[in-house]
């Protein structure tokens, strides 16, 4: 177990890594179902809009490739188990179970495009916005693809179910996410 010093007021506190992990991956895990609880029904598609991605993307970027990942998959298998997590009811079978393995995969894919150079230029919001906007699309993506098997339509179909109606509202997701990522670190 490594451990970190840290001043506080003058006074040395000692910071345990893995405390602060465990605490990191309980936190988005919490606010990946919160934001789940924040759905907005849309009547022509059976996907509805949450605040979920917005937590998803954060998780990559605050806490990394490895346990981004781990939280969303703790997330998904907490939900897959029967605790009541998602937005829908149907989870990883449903329409909404693509969304739910890109929630596994996006972490990954910022954490690991944050982790390349030296993050902290003046081209940070850029990058940051890049690897947040990657992430997004993964989500969209692989969301389209279990739709069209849920629904038995092609991927055309898909898309203007499971994805434009939500390009909007992620460019917001995504500008804000990298907003607080970014303020954050300078």
Same mark, same amino acid.
């Given at each position: 177990?490594?451990? @970190? ?28 179902? /919160? ?17 979920? @991605?917005?937590?998803? /993307?954060? @998780?990559?970027?605050? &806490? ?69 906007? &990657? ?35 992620? &460019? ?7 907003? &607080? ?6």
């Amino acid at each position: 177990m490594q451990k @970190t010093q840290v001043a506080v007021w003058n006074r040395e506190i000692t910071i345990n890594k893995a405390l602060i992990s465990v605490l990191g991956v309980i936190s988005f895990v919490s606010l990946t179902a /919160l934001g789940a609880w924040v759905r907005i029904p849309l009547p022509f598609t059976p996907v509805p809009i949450t605040l979920q @991605t917005f937590f998803v /993307l954060l @998780t990559g970027a605050f &806490i990394g490739r490895k346990l981004g990942s781990i939280t969303q998959l703790l997330y998904v298998g907490l939900g897959a188990f029967g605790v009541p997590l998602f937005a829908t009811q149907l989870g990883l079978t449903g329409p909404t179970g693509g969304y739910l393995i890109g929630f596994i995969i996006a972490p990954f894919v910022i954490g690991k495009l944050l982790e390349r150079g030296n993050y902290l230029t003046k081209k940070t919001f850029l990058r940051i916005l890049v690897a947040m906007s &990657i992430g997004s699309l993964i989500i969209l993506f692989l969301g389209m693809v279990q739709l069209s098997i849920f629904l038995h339509c092609e991927l055309k179909t898909a898309f203007f179910m499971g994805v434009l109606p939500f390009i909007a509202g992620d &460019i917001l997701k995504t500008f804000l996410a990298t907003m &607080i990522y970014y303020k954050w670190h300078t």
